[in-house]
């Protein structure tokens, strides 16, 4: 099996811009096509080593590469196992189960956003609020702000968590390495959150505040939590948030 890290090396990739996913798809045997799919984001048809992947050319520039990366992964990693899926982002806790997909979203995310790139891309963004270092990343890599945030989270780049809420749930939370363990963060939306303004009075800017840990934690009295909510789609609120 090749690493992402190994597939882009080896075709020279030292640059976001480099990251040409028909070319390295390519390399993997594959010819990608563009069309419109029903009920799909991307499949595979193969035979032996070659195989022609097709992405659906409804969705979005990010959407579609990540679908790209994503059928790539399940091509180095699942040949054979799978030929036809819906790719999807981490949208919600159901997903966490599905362990194939999981590791398609993981190979990826390692594709379009490599550690030796990422890293150093937020380096030189270091101290700016993390949904304007997430937009500078999402811009640079190409893949949407949800991935991106994901990635930031996974390589530790904010120890903090990265928590998704509707106006009735929590459909995941993720901790970076490094972050505070104090249990996992409320379920439901505080009321002191700015990411409650954005559930239910449509707040539509990057709202930061700080307020008590126990707005995010339970077992964070007279702790304080800083925030960043910002609105992901009509009724989702994506938040970083942290303990000072
Ligand atoms: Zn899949």
């Known amino acids: 099996m090749t690493t992402p890290d190994a597939l882009l090396r080896s075709l020279g990739v030292d640059s976001p ?3 040409d996913l028909e070319t390295i798809a390519w390399s993997c045997g594959l ?3 563009y069309t419109s799919l029903n009920g799909c984001d991307a499949r595979i048809v193969g035979m032996g080593d ?4 097709t992405v659906n050319s409804k969705q979005g520039l990010a959407r579609q590469r990540f679908s790209i990366a994503h059928e790539l992964g399940h091509w180095q990693l699942h040949r054979g196992r799978l030929t036809l899926c819906r ?6 806790s159901a997903s966490e189960a599905r362990g194939l997909e999981v ?3 993981r190979f990826a995310a390692a594709l379009l956003m490599p550690r030796f790139l990422f890293e ?3 380096a030189a963004l270091d101290r700016k609020p993390p949904w304007t270092m997430v937009e500078s990343l999402s811009s640079l890599f190409q893949t949407s702000l949800l991935a991106t945030a994901l990635r930031v989270i996974a390589l530790d780049l ?8 509707t106006r009735t749930g929590r459909p995941f939370a993720f901790k970076a390495p490094t972050a505070e363990d104090v249990g996992r963060p409320m379920i439901a939306v505080d009321y002191r959150s700015g990411a409650f303004d954005i559930l239910h009075a449509g707040a539509s800017v990057v709202r930061s505040r700080q307020l008590p ?4 934690f339970s077992g964070a009295q007279r702790r304080i939590a800083t925030e960043h909510s910002r609105a992901y789609s009509p009724d989702r609120a994506l938040t970083f948030v942290r303990l000072d």
């Open 17 to 19: 811009d480099d990251i």
């Open 31 to 33: 010819a990608v096509r």
């Open 50 to 53: 070659r195989g022609v992947l």
């Open 87 to 92: 790719a999807e982002e981490i949208e919600g």
């Open 103 to 105: 590791d398609a979203d």
């Open 120 to 122: 150093p891309a937020a």
């Open 158 to 165: 904010w120890p903090g968590w990265l928590v998704c809420h």
């Open 213 to 216: 840990g126990d707005a995010w």
